[in-house]
């Protein structure tokens, strides 16, 4: 069965810093891959997603994601984190064909961040 | 355009009862699904309907139940409400091919006493 793993339940940055968020999927074959981003009290907002293609995708609100197929990962990144980014981060993965629009997601990280 | 509407937001029920939670997709979106998310056990899956066919399931008992009325709005049902079904229900549409964009409500927070 499909999985994903997000290894970091909690990270706290400070204002200004890189942050990294990893993640990890368990598929029969490359799935399309997506990472959504919860603020408190809200729903799930779409930060970017993986088809095919350029290994390095462009999301929103600065953020960028690599996937990388030997390692079965979909890490998120951002070169400098504001204090708006406070949030939870939820790594996703959905089937290529049939399942319809069913998404698998990961546990998510919340990512706090220090002034 | 406007984006996908859950009603109501807030609710309270009482352990027994039952609940409908209602979702309007986006305009032109075909596909609408249904989520749990409790501090527990994450964000589950619970259906999918397409065309007002249902077209995926999770892995929830038969009292969750749902519905997709022809202009796509949909309807979710829990019955016989238990304390452990006190979450936050997201909906959210799609086109309905794979790879399409999924857009998420704000969700309906539920809390059974």
């Known amino acids: 069965a499909q999985s994903v793993t997000q290894p970091d339940i909690h990270i706290t940055v400070s204002e200004g810093a890189s942050l990294e968020l990893r993640c990890n999927y368990s598929?029969?074959?490359?799935?399309?891959l997506f990472w959504y981003v919860q603020s408190p009290g809200q729903g799930l907002q779409l930060l970017l997603k993986?088809?095919?293609?350029?290994?390095l995708v462009q999301g929103i609100k600065g953020f960028e994601a690599e996937f990388k197929r030997s390692q079965s990962s979909f890490n998120l990144r951002k070169p400098s984190v504001h204090w708006s980014d406070a949030a939870e981060y939820f790594c996703a993965v959905a089937p290529l064909v049939g399942a319809g629009n069913k998404l698998t997601f990961g546990g998510g990280t919340r990512v706090l961040v220090k002034p | 355009k406007a984006g996908v509407t859950q009603t109501p937001r807030y609710l309270i029920k009482t352990r027994g009862q039952q609940v409908t939670l209602s979702c309007s997709p986006i305009?032109?979106?075909?596909?609408v699904s249904w989520y749990q998310q409790t501090p527990g056990q994450g964000l589950q899956f619970l259906f999918e309907y397409f065309s007002e066919t249902q077209r995926n399931k999770g892995n929830f008992p038969g009292r969750f139940s749902g519905r997709q009325f022809s202009n796509s709005r949909s309807e979710m049902n829990v019955s016989t409400l238990e304390l452990g079904d006190s979450a936050l229900y997201l909906c959210?549409?799609?086109?309905?091919?794979?790879?399409?964009?999924?857009?998420f409500g704000e969700g309906s927070w539920l809390t059974v006493v």
């Open positions: 993986y088809f095919s293609g350029d290994t």
């Open positions: 598929y029969g074959a490359t799935p399309y």
């Open positions: 959210a549409s799609s086109l309905g091919q794979p790879g399409n964009t999924i857009y």
């Open positions: 305009s032109g979106h075909r596909s």
